[in-house]
């Protein structure tokens, strides 16, 4: 979640006024008009989601004013949006386990696959500031279901409460768990792959540099969305698309990574900042971008890199749409086309 920062006809510029009830409709029609420019060249069906999205945060500050407590309330509040369409499973079954941050949620999603199954381990967005299992229940769903692949969803520890690397070495705590306790829950071990979305692509794609390095990676394929890769706020997708409109500001993401990497250490850290790192020797990964997210150019530069330097790759630019946009699946016909294409590409990676 992220709510409009700045002025969304500007790249740069004084920020939105952010005053008034949002309960007062005449006052927050005007207050979203000013967005209606921006929005224009957007998938109608977005448009209309992004509308109702945005007239729930009228009022509030922008995000890099909020705490990170204030921040994960506001990101649940709006689950309504993130699960509708999604698909009841016949069976959803959680534990805790053990990593380094102390004890963490992980959720099985079984769509019916005959255990021992192929699994995709989804690790969540939410600038490793919010998100959760239970916020991103709609697009597990929708990948179990869609792929027909049991999906393992990863509640990994949160910054700024817990910053580089803890979150990462939760997550590859979980791989690990997969690949060894995973048959209790039907898991097979041999056919695990990863998808992150935003913060969880980050983390996804360093979890695959990380286990690639120790020699004994157990995932066959990585799917990346819209993923943060890099440190540049000035990239020129940022420039055109940062200014607040588009559900992620580039003010937002300046906060998020102050908030994730907390000293020159980390920040200069492949595994936190995946551009920095030798891309070779890495699963097949399938790379997804949207047309109107400042994280555009991040996801280009990975694509470009991870060719040069011999991967399997697919690179998929989703037209018309913002950041965030897989969570809000269930609103936008057009992205059921693009999610069951990913999935066959899930689907493909784990045969035997």
């Not at 097949?284 to 470009?304: G, H, K, Q, T, W």
């Amino acid at each position: 979640m992220s709510a409009p920062g700045q002025d969304p006809t500007k790249a740069t510029g004084d920020r939105a006024t952010w005053s008034g009830d949002a309960g007062d409709r005449p006052a927050t029609d005007v207050w979203l008009a000013q967005f209606e420019p921006a929005w224009r060249p957007l998938d109608p069906q977005l448009r209309d989601v992004l509308r109702m999205i945005y007239a729930r945060l009228k009022g509030l500050p922008p995000p890099a004013q909020l705490s990170p407590d204030e921040l994960r309330t506001i990101n649940s509040s709006l689950s309504f949006f993130f699960g509708a369409g999604a698909p009841a499973l016949p069976h959803i079954e959680e534990r805790t386990i053990s990593v380094p941050s102390g004890r963490a949620r992980i959720r099985l999603y079984d769509p019916g696959a005959a255990a021992p199954a192929p699994t995709v381990i989804l690790l969540h967005g939410g600038g490793w500031v919010m998100g959760s299992v239970d916020t991103y229940d709609g697009f597990a769903r929708q990948i179990a279901q869609r792929s027909g692949l049991r999906c393992l969803s990863v509640d990994y520890a949160l910054a700024p409460e817990h910053p580089f690397p803890a979150p990462l070495d939760d997550c590859i705590a979980a791989v690990r768990w997969a690949a060894s306790e995973g048959s209790t829950l039907g898991v097979d071990a041999s056919r695990l792959a990863v998808i992150g979305d935003s913060a969880g692509a980050n983390l996804a794609l360093a979890l695959c540099l990380a286990l690639r390095d120790a020699g004994d990676s157990p995932i066959r394929a990585a799917a990346l969305l819209y993923g943060a890769y890099s440190l540049d706020l000035e990239t020129p997708s940022h420039r055109a698309y940062g200014g607040g409109a588009y559900f992620l500001g580039s003010a937002d993401m300046g906060r998020y990574l102050n908030d994730y990497l907390q000293n020159e250490a980390s920040r200069r850290n492949p595994l936190a900042v995946p551009l920095l790192a030798k891309l070779t020797g890495l699963p097949p990964l399938y790379v997804a971008a949207c047309e109107f997210d400042p994280l555009l150019d991040d996801s280009r530069s990975l694509a470009a890199r991870a060719d040069a330097a011999g991967a399997q790759l697919e690179f998929h630019a989703w037209n018309g749409v913002v950041h965030g946009v897989a969570s809000l699946m269930g609103w936008i016909d057009a992205m059921g086309p693009r999610v069951d294409h990913l999935c066959d590409f899930l689907r493909r990676a784990t045969r035997l």
